[in-house]
Nanobody, 121 residues
Framework: QVQLVESGGGLAQAGGSLRLSCAAS????????MRWYRQAPGKQRELVAG???????NYADSVKGRFTISRDGAQRTVYLQMNSLKPEDTGVYYC???????????????WGQGTQVTVAS
């Protein structure tokens, strides 16, 4: 069973910080691109940040300079450091990854269950 498990969400004050983690577990041959998405109430899910296996990153304009995506050396865990939080950052944050399960002919898209981030003004 391959899965992505997020942690680290919660309540923060505007201007504060939170750090999200996403751990990939199971019989994984390779972890490719990893991404964080978020979905605010009544809005569509949007891409927040992404990182390649080589460490190349990309960010939504709304979080550039405030959020940092990174991954550990084993490539199994991805982090999202969120600084200078704003109320508009509130939403459910989802981890997404392109994972190659052992025994599969290729990689597939996996999603975590989501973690709530609430930023109070």
């Amino acid at each position: 069973q391959v899965q992505l498990v997020e942690s680290g969400g919660g309540l923060a004050q505007a201007g504060g910080s939170l750090r999200l983690s996403c751990a990939a577990s199971g019989s994984i041959l390779k972890v490719n691109d990893m991404r964080w998405y978020r979905q605010a109430p009544g809005k569509q899910r949007e891409l927040v940040a992404g990182i390649s296996p080589g460490g190349k990153t990309n960010y939504a304009d709304s979080v550039k300079g405030r959020f940092t995506i990174s991954r550990d050396g084993a490539q199994r865990t991805v982090y999202l450091q969120m600084n200078s939080l704003k109320p508009e950052d509130t939403g459910v944050y989802y981890c997404n990854g392109d994972l190659w399960k052992l025994g599969s002919p290729g990689s597939d898209d996996y999603w975590g269950q989501g973690t709530q981030v609430t930023v109070a003004s």
